[in-house]
């Protein structure tokens, strides 16, 4: 079967919309994925830093209403774990020294995952500093890695590849203040033999398409679908 991790290898320009439980109301899904399906997005991550028990299992069954998009959890915590999706990136926050993100919510997770028909998605997730302090910096208690030092990030992204981990995520933290540099993405996806995600304030075209030519395979927008719906099709033009 076409898994989605192959589905990302094969497409040069994968586009994720990112919705977050906490913020999109029920009554609002339809709406806003008939938009979705028009754009150009190839995937929908799920998942945010502060989400209630129930609201992503809720708003996953409305979405899969809607869209024969792929679903994937992009989970700030195990309570965000349900079987409606079609996926999950199963992340660990290897930038950050707490334990509890590298491997506590991993373990606690797996009882959750038995018997699971998702598609588990081993994913190094590394954040990258930011002008202010972002939700994934306050909830997991980790300290960014330092855009000026490259070395790091990419020793760290090399890292996870080398534990085995099929996707590295570069995460600026949503609504960052500017995406990641179009170079720390090249020299990082030289190092790398496993898809590169991108995300964390990008707010316009010229922005989404330098991710993409510095190398990025996924590029993960929320906050600008958020704030203007209209955002979908500007992407087009
Ligand atoms: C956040 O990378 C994603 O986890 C998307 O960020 O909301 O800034 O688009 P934005």
């Known amino acids: 079967r076409n898994t989605i991790l192959e589905s990302i290898q094969s497409a040069k320009k994968n586009l994720a919309v990112l919705i977050d439980p906490d913020k999109m109301k029920t009554q609002d899904v339809s709406g806003f994925i008939s938009k979705v399906n028009q754009s150009l997005a ?8 502060e989400v209630d028990e129930g609201q992503t299992d809720a708003l996953v069954e409305e979405i899969k209403k809607h869209t024969q998009l792929p679903v994937i959890l992009f989970p700030g915590d195990v309570i965000q774990i349900t079987n409606k999706a079609d996926g999950i990136l199963f992340l660990s926050l290897i930038s ?4 509890d993100y590298l491997i506590g919510k991993q373990v606690e997770a ?3 995952l038995s018997n699971t028909h998702l598609d588990i ?19 997991s208690q980790t300290k960014p890695i330092k855009r000026s030092d ?12 080398l534990l085995g981990m099929k996707l590295i995520y570069l995460e600026a933290g949503s609504g960052a ?6 170079q720390i993405i090249s020299e990082v996806k030289q190092q790398l033999n496993i898809p590169l995600i991108v995300g964390g304030g990008i707010r316009s075209k010229s922005e989404m398409e330098l991710a993409y030519n510095a190398g990025a395979d996924v590029v993960v927008i929320g906050t600008a679908f958020e704030n203007d719906e209209n955002f979908f099709e500007e992407l087009k033009t």
């Open 42 to 49: 190839t995937h929908i991550f799920v998942g945010g830093s």
């Open 150 to 161: 490259i070395q790091t990030i990419k020793d760290t992204a090399k890292a996870g590849e």
């Open 110 to 112: 797996v009882s959750k």
């Open 121 to 139: 998605i081993p994913t190094g997730y590394l954040l990258i500093e930011n002008g202010k302090e972002t939700a994934v910096q306050r909830v």
């Open 96 to 99: 950050g020294r707490n334990p």
């Open 177 to 182: 203040t500017h995406p990641i540099e179009p």
